[in-house]
């Protein structure tokens, strides 16, 4: 029902245009339904669930958005600036475990981690380890610290 609300009204907001016809509200119903059997014929029974929706989680998400990983995302942009200027670069893939339990974790781990210049995550295998490639490798087994910063404690703080 989330998914489904979310949809439509996203649908409408996106298409208004200072009123709303009959075949708006229509085309964005069946959209939702469509969006609505793709995401439960694609996820598992509880990915969608409310509780998710607690507002200490989305405190922590805001406050790791606009604090953490917004200063990391400055510091790795700054970085990789200057590395392609002056051409010093060590490039690797890496192999860590973060010990996160959820989807939901591992997801916004890996993104965090790849929306950060000079890191790609490649892969996560069914037990939760990361494959992270780097720009500049520091030693041949790095830690959580130095690949991803303090992206992994938020993320065990808020989805686990």
């Known amino acids: 029902m989330f998914v489904f609300v979310m949809s439509f009204f996203v649908y409408l907001l996106l298409s208004w245009s200072g009123s709303m016809s009959v075949q708006e509200v229509t085309i964005a119903f069946f959209l939702s339904v469509a969006v609505v059997l793709v995401a439960s014929s694609s996820s598992r029974p509880g990915f969608w669930s409310l509780t998710k929706l607690d507002p ?44 996160l339990k959820t989807d939901m974790g591992r997801m916004m781990l890996a993104n965090s981690i790849t929306l950060t210049p000079g890191t790609l995550t490649v892969d996560i295998d069914d037990n939760g380890v990361f494959y992270i490639h780097a720009i500049n490798l520091t030693s041949s087994t790095p830690t959580e610290q130095d690949i991803c910063g303090s992206f992994g404690q938020w993320t065990r703080r808020i989805a686990g």
Do not use: M
């Open 56 to 99: 200490r989680r989305w405190w922590l998400f805001l406050r790791y958005v606009f604090g953490p990983f917004a200063v990391g995302l400055a510091q790795a942009n700054w970085d990789v600036a200057k590395r392609v200027i002056t051409g010093e670069i060590n490039p690797g893939i890496v192999k860590f475990d973060p010990g």
